[in-house]
């Protein structure tokens, strides 16, 4: 019986203090305070789930907006082509309508196919129109100086 009691005491002696401490509830989601690299994770989680297909959607509009976005690689390639040519123009016109200061220049920018109109409204706004001249559409934003 004193063997009993003598290694009661020393497993009690080798086995240390217990430890506790708080519970902190730490969020997962982001919207609720968690951290933003969970985001993407969660969200493609929750896209893996979804079995719910929308009855009002054909799958050949679906197929057919597919195929029209992505297309074959020399569709891909002529239209990265396109919108790398259209960036260069962009950015020679952005070049002829700042001034050195970076301040919009007042007056009328006209290629082939657009017409770009900068008219200052005074008090510092300028309003600009891009107008298509194929077909005559316009669209037009202000900003201010």
């Known amino acids: ?3 009993r009691i003598v290694a009661v005491a020393v497993l009690g ?20 305070g968690g951290s933003p690299l969970n985001g993407n994770f969660l969200l493609n989680e929750a896209q893996a789930q979804d079995n719910y297909k929308d009855p009002q959607a054909s799958s050949a509009t679906a197929s057919a907006f597919a195929a029209r976005s992505l297309g074959t690689p020399l569709q891909q390639f002529n239209q990265s082509l396109q919108r790398t040519i259209l960036n260069r123009i ?5 070049g002829t ?3 050195a200061n970076g301040n919009l220049i007042p007056g ?14 005074g008090g510092g706004l ?3 129109t891009t107008t298509d001249n194929a077909t005559g559409q316009s669209t037009s934003f202000q900003v201010s100086q």
């Open 90 to 94: 962009a950015s020679s016109v952005t």
């Open 97 to 99: 309508v700042v001034d």
């Open 1 to 3: 019986m004193a063997k």
């Open 108 to 121: 009328i920018i006209e290629t082939t196919d657009f017409t770009i109109a900068i008219v200052d409204q």
């Open 126 to 128: 300028l309003r600009i």
């Open 13 to 32: 002696a080798l086995s240390g203090g217990a430890w506790a401490g708080e519970l902190v509830y730490q969020p997962i989601n982001p919207a609720f």
